[in-house]
């Protein structure tokens, strides 16, 4: 999956405003490459795990598809840990088709990964972040 870098910088800047709280949203493009972050509201405001609004999930997806794009990935921030699955996003992991890429605010090791998690098992996605979205 390749995205721009002004699009982690967005993530990035949600996960400050809404810090303590984990941040979430789509990422939606085509082909694997991302073209836009779609903010969503983390419904159980908490600091350890994150619920997507169902209206704002609908809403998400009827957008990307009247823009010719397809949900690549759920992201969220971690505020205080390392951009790796928690125990918590491993057991609420409900989707195996679709890649979870974690943005971590730690000061100094700020970072983005992805992952694919199918029944507890979590394996590394390729994650490449371009330089104003061309490499």
């Known amino acids: 999956m390749r995205i721009p870098k002004d699009i982690i ?20 493009g085509t082909a694997g490459d991302v073209k836009k972050a779609t903010p969503l509201t983390n419904v159980d405001r908490s600091p350890e795990h994150f619920s997507l609004d169902p209206r704002e999930q609908f809403a998400a997806l009827r957008q990307a598809r009247a ?22 996003d491993i057991r609420l992991a409900y989707d195996p088709a679709i890649v979870y890429v974690i943005v971590s605010l730690v000061p100094g090791r700020r970072e983005a990964n992805a992952f694919r ?8 996605e390729t994650l490449i972040i371009e330089e104003n979205g061309h490499g």
């Open 117 to 124: 998690i199918c029944q507890g098992t979590v394996t590394n």
């Open 67 to 88: 823009e010719g794009l397809e949900i690549l990935a759920v992201y969220h921030t971690h505020p205080a840990t390392p951009a790796r699955p928690s125990a918590e």
């Open 9 to 28: 910088k967005a993530i990035l800047a949600q996960g400050e405003q809404e810090s303590p709280n984990e941040a979430c949203g789509y990422l939606t």
